[in-house]
């Protein structure tokens, strides 16, 4: 069996490996994405579906008003004692030096849940990890940030005894390691392995940089002696691997006895005519940070990364039984179920009947309109990640807007100021028009400001598509959803990238996805039929 990477695509960052049993689960960072958390299963390493989004109640997740890539921040996924135990930060400012994050831990039954109430676990840092070691007693690690000033980080890896009893973190904190000069040191986990402690953290940042390092002692508390690499796992040394930004690495081993290791990667556009200053010259993201796999051999006490310490396209797969794959092309909902397919996720707040409601009229998502969307409040977007380089996605919908200010529409979406939006709105004089707007770095764009399409009173629904192909988008319309016209403006698609924003502070990926709005105060909704999702061959 042959594994390729990524086995996760689309934005799913900062994997955390876990098994029980014969059972395999990966939980990645959602960000300002509600519900929070994604956990994945697999039985063979190769095959990924998604079984499980925990952090999908108010009670464990409050992110009204976080910043675009605050939220929830590197998960980490366990199973001890008969449960899983899930910590996680929910990251409230972003800015240096502060970085505030309220850290937490659920644990349930099963994969499926009930998860129960969080736990409080500190507001000090960031990336909390639990190990639990042979004896029973578990340990709490993580990386602690501000107020000091970002020329002078943290850069240290901090533990602190948990007591499972009283849910209580014991106040001596020991620091096992004060980071490389790679800096950025985080992404920590803990591991026992024939006698010795091996303390996994990321290093490097999280661009091309990025990085995986190994330390390893004898005692738990340390003092920890870096591998021999001193690099586990990197891609900076080569600019040209079609898998970059590789790190965050997190360990397991198989029922069958191996050893893997999963990590976050990225796929470069680099094709030409991208100007690539921004990205430091290896290209755009949009599809975000994904996750990889890579198989890992013991040497003289050290783990390393088989066949070279860079990202690998294919890597040997378990000696397991391959498993049935799930698809991963056409994508359809129509809305006919009572709760919202997986895939589609809100941004910061639950789909509650203050978004929209999949009952009041059924086989129809009914969207309220609601803040626009560059709000990180109240905002009724429902969206999935963009999956490949080249797709299509359609809506049928139907709208009557009564005011300029109310509009809905398709949206191709990287945070609350980079997007852009295709929408039917009410303009005085000639009533329902169809219009594009772009918010680049928060600066608006309106191309069909002076000239917008009109929508004929008789068309009851109007029919949205994008077609993305790898490094631009269009939009299209149609009124009877067999002629189709062409939105005459191209987007770049990527623009929607850590890459293209810029800075170490934005971690998402692209999205596409149903937005409806009204900022007059009257009132109204827009009802949709289906949202499609199709791979494109190139």
């Given at each position: 069996?042959?594994?390729?990477?990524?086995?996760?695509?689309?934005?799913?960052?900062?994997?955390?490996?876990?098994?029980?049993?014969?059972?395999?689960?990966?939980?990645?960072?959602?960000?300002?994405?509600?519900?929070?958390?994604?956990?994945?299963?697999?039985?063979?390493?190769?095959?990924?579906?998604?079984?499980?989004?925990?952090?999908?109640?108010?009670?464990?997740?409050?992110?009204?008003?976080?910043?675009?890539?605050?939220?929830?921040?590197?998960?980490?996924?366990?199973?001890?004692?008969?449960?899983?135990?899930?910590?996680?930060?929910?990251?409230?400012?972003?800015?240096?030096?502060?970085?505030?994050?309220?850290?937490?831990?659920?644990?349930?039954?099963?994969?499926?849940?009930?998860?129960?109430?969080?736990?409080?676990?500190?507001?000090?840092?960031?990336?909390?990890?639990?190990?639990?070691?042979?004896?029973?007693?578990?340990?709490?690690?993580?990386?602690?940030?501000?107020?000091?000033?970002?020329?002078?980080?943290?850069?240290?890896?901090?533990?602190?005894?948990?007591?499972?009893?009283?849910?209580?973190?014991?106040?001596?904190?020991?620091?096992?390691?004060?980071?490389?000069?790679?800096?950025?040191?985080?992404?920590?986990?803990?591991?026992?392995?024939?006698?010795?402690?091996?303390?996994?953290?990321?290093?490097?940042?999280?661009?091309?940089?990025?990085?995986?390092?190994?330390?390893?002692?004898?005692?738990?508390?340390?003092?920890?002696?870096?591998h021999p690499d001193v690099t586990m796992m990197t891609s900076w040394h080569l600019p040209e691997n079609p898998l970059q930004k590789s790190g965050h690495g997190s360990l397991l081993q198989t029922h069958t006895g191996e050893w893997y290791m999963a990590y976050l990667t990225s796929r470069p556009l680099r094709l030409?005519?991208?100007?690539?200053?921004?990205?430091?010259?290896?290209?755009?993201?949009?599809?975000?940070?994904?996750?990889?796999?890579?198989?890992?051999?013991?040497?003289?006490?050290?783990?390393?990364?088989?066949?070279?310490?860079?990202?690998?396209?294919?890597?040997?797969?378990?000696?397991?039984?391959?498993?049935?794959?799930?698809?991963?092309?056409?994508?359809?909902?129509?809305?006919?179920?009572?709760?919202?397919?997986?895939?589609?996720?809100?941004?910061?707040?639950?789909?509650?009947?203050?978004?929209?409601?999949?009952?009041?009229?059924?086989?129809?998502?009914?969207?309220?309109?609601?803040?626009?969307?560059?709000?990180?409040?109240?905002?009724?977007?429902?969206?999935?990640?963009?999956?490949?380089?080249?797709?299509?996605?359609?809506?049928?919908?139907?709208?009557?807007?009564?005011?300029?200010?109310?509009?809905?529409?398709?949206?191709?979406?990287?945070?609350?100021?980079?997007?852009?939006?295709?929408?039917?709105?009410?303009?005085?004089?000639?009533?329902?028009?169809?219009?594009?707007?772009?918010?680049?770095?928060?600066?608006?764009?309106?191309?069909?400001?002076?000239?917008?399409?009109?929508?004929?009173?008789?068309?009851?629904?109007?029919?949205?598509?994008?077609?993305?192909?790898?490094?631009?988008?269009?939009?299209?319309?149609?009124?009877?959803?067999?002629?189709?016209?062409?939105?005459?403006?191209?987007?770049?698609?990527?623009?929607?990238?850590?890459?293209?924003?810029?800075?170490?502070?934005?971690?998402?990926?692209?999205?596409?996805?149903?937005?409806?709005?009204?900022?007059?105060?009257?009132?109204?909704?827009?009802?949709?039929?289906?949202?499609?999702?199709?791979?494109?061959?190139?």
């Open positions: 069996m042959e594994i390729t990477n990524p086995i996760l695509t689309g934005f799913n960052p900062d994997p955390s490996l876990c098994r029980q049993g014969e059972d395999y689960y990966i939980a990645t960072s959602t960000f300002e994405w509600f519900p929070g958390v994604r956990i994945y299963h697999s039985r063979d390493l190769k095959n990924w579906s998604l079984v499980s989004t925990p952090l999908d109640r108010v009670s464990m997740l409050d992110m009204k008003g976080n910043p675009d890539s605050g939220g929830i921040w590197a998960p980490c996924l366990s199973y001890a004692d008969g449960q899983f135990w899930l910590l996680y930060t929910d990251v409230k400012i972003v800015d240096s030096p502060w970085k505030n994050g309220r850290n937490f831990l659920v644990t349930a039954p099963s994969i499926e849940g009930p998860w129960s109430e969080p736990i409080p676990m500190g507001n000090g840092g960031f990336d909390p990890s639990l190990f639990h070691d042979d004896d029973g007693r578990k340990y709490y690690l993580y990386r602690p940030w501000g107020p000091r000033h970002h020329s002078n980080p943290h850069n240290t890896i901090v533990m602190q005894e948990f007591d499972p009893q009283t849910g209580t973190l014991s106040p001596e904190r020991k620091t096992l390691f004060t980071g490389t000069p790679l800096c950025y040191t985080e992404g920590a986990h803990l591991y026992r392995k024939e006698g010795w402690y091996y303390l996994m953290v990321a290093e490097g940042g999280t661009s091309y940089e990025h990085a995986v390092v190994v330390l390893r002692s004898k005692t738990l508390d340390g003092p920890y002696e870096l030409p005519g991208i100007p690539l200053l921004a990205s430091g010259g290896r290209g755009y993201c949009p599809l975000g940070r994904e996750t990889g796999i890579a198989r890992i051999e013991w040497r003289d006490g050290w783990p390393y990364v088989d066949c070279g310490k860079h990202a690998q396209l294919t890597v040997p797969g378990p000696q397991i039984a391959e498993q049935p794959a799930a698809s991963r092309d056409s994508w359809r909902e129509d809305f006919d179920g009572s709760t919202l397919d997986p895939e589609l996720q809100t941004l910061r707040i639950p789909f509650d009947d203050t978004l929209g409601s999949l009952s009041v009229r059924p086989g129809y998502l009914r969207l309220y309109g609601n803040d626009s969307l560059n709000s990180t409040f109240t905002q009724s977007t429902v969206a999935r990640r963009w999956q490949h380089f080249a797709f299509r996605a359609e809506t049928r919908m139907q709208f009557s807007p009564v005011h300029f200010q109310q509009s809905a529409g398709l949206t191709c979406y990287y945070n609350s100021k980079n997007w852009s939006y295709c929408f039917v709105d009410y303009e005085e004089g000639q009533g329902r028009t169809i219009k594009v707007i772009q918010l680049d770095h928060n600066v608006p764009s309106w191309p069909l400001h002076e000239q917008p399409i009109p929508v004929p009173d008789s068309a009851e629904s109007i029919w949205l598509r994008v077609d993305v192909d790898t490094l631009v988008y269009r939009y299209s319309y149609s009124f009877d959803g067999e002629t189709w016209h062409t939105v005459p403006v191209t987007y770049e698609a990527w623009k929607l990238s850590d890459d293209y924003i810029g800075g170490r502070g934005f971690f998402t990926g692209a999205f596409v996805g149903l937005h409806c709005e009204d900022i007059s105060g009257d009132g109204c909704h827009a009802d949709f039929d289906y949202f499609t999702y199709e791979p494109l061959t190139k």
